[in-house]
């Protein structure tokens, strides 16, 4: 008996691997290969690819496809209907398989509902995508992003507050400090 949940209406292939508490939803389907660690919850209509990360503590919400070179740190959140690219120049009649871009989400980090992430770009350390944004470009630790195309608004704390003038998280109390144009907490 798997130390897991999937729903019947879900497939997980064989050769994924797949972590204790994790849950898998309707409709779901997780390639073999791909590696999904603990304590996930894995929404419905989830694809996870042959080739992807997704680390322990994350929650992936419905519609979302995570392809092949896209990793997952612990503890991310991927809004409703986010959406990852693999390759910057697709064309139909042009395999590209071997072009996929890896796109890496740190730790902690939050992607909102409806916001697209441009294969190749690295989101750092609790970082806040709004809903609706696009990424095309690296982001730092705690950058609040938001736009089409995402520019930085601000910082956020590590529990996805927006810091004030004075770097304090109002619902923890922590403190921060910006060195270097990064935010790093005190």
Known sequence: MPEYFVHDSACVDEGAQIGKGTKVWHFSHIMPGAKVGERCSIGQNVNIGSKAVVGNGVKVQNNVSIYDSVILEDDVFCGPSCVFTNVMNPRAFVER?????????KKGATIGANATIV?????GEYCLIA????????????????????????????????????LVCPRTGEKYIVEKGQLKPL
């Open 97 to 105: 398989k071997e072009e996929y871009k890896e796109t890496h989400v």
């Open 119 to 123: 294969c190749g770009v690295s989101l």
């Open 131 to 166: 809903a609706g944004a696009v990424v095309t470009r690296d982001v730092p630790a705690y950058a609040l992003m938001v736009g089409v195309p995402a520019r930085q608004k601000g910082w956020v704390s590590r529990v996805g507050e927006i810091l004030g003038d004075d």
